[in-house]
């Protein structure tokens, strides 16, 4: 692994640069960005998955009432998931637009700093 060179008192000692990145405040922004849309996106799919057995479950004839036809609450609920799924990826990719702006101020800052892409070949970091 490449390494970037110290400013300490003791030039011997190196500091990879995933120690260089793991300093950075870009990179704690970054994380915190995920964390800001994950957890949230990731506890609302878990309860709207849940949500159609727990209902069907302790409320039968709600979810029995027919809607159209034959079609009951509890299939347009089931095809609602689907929907549901769909919303949340395309939300991740919106989002996964401003994490991509982050990772590419953490990989100028590098640059800036010495570190070579060419390094590690097409693994990034």
């Known amino acids: 692994m490449a390494t970037l060179k110290t400013t300490d008192d003791n030039p011997n000692l190196e500091k990879t640069k995933w120690d260089r990145v ?3 405040d870009e990179f704690r922004l970054l994380i915190l960005a995920k964390k800001e849309f994950v957890v ?9 998955y849940f949500a159609l057995p727990v209902l069907v479950g ?3 004839a709600f979810m029995s009432r027919k809607v159209l036809g034959p079609v009951n609450i509890a ?10 799924a769909w919303g949340i990826a395309f939300a991740y990719v919106s989002a ?5 702006k982050f990772g ?3 990989l100028e800052t590098l640059k800036r700093e010495g570190y070579d ?3 590690d070949g097409k693994r990034g970091l």
């Open 22 to 24: 793991q300093e950075m």
């Open 40 to 48: 949230p996106a990731t506890v609302f799919f878990v309860v709207y």
């Open 58 to 60: 302790y409320a039968p």
């Open 75 to 84: 299939y347009l609920f089931a095809l609602s998931q689907f929907f549901m």
């Open 96 to 100: 996964a637009k401003r994490f991509d």
């Open 104 to 106: 590419a101020h953490i």
């Open 117 to 119: 892409d060419k390094q």
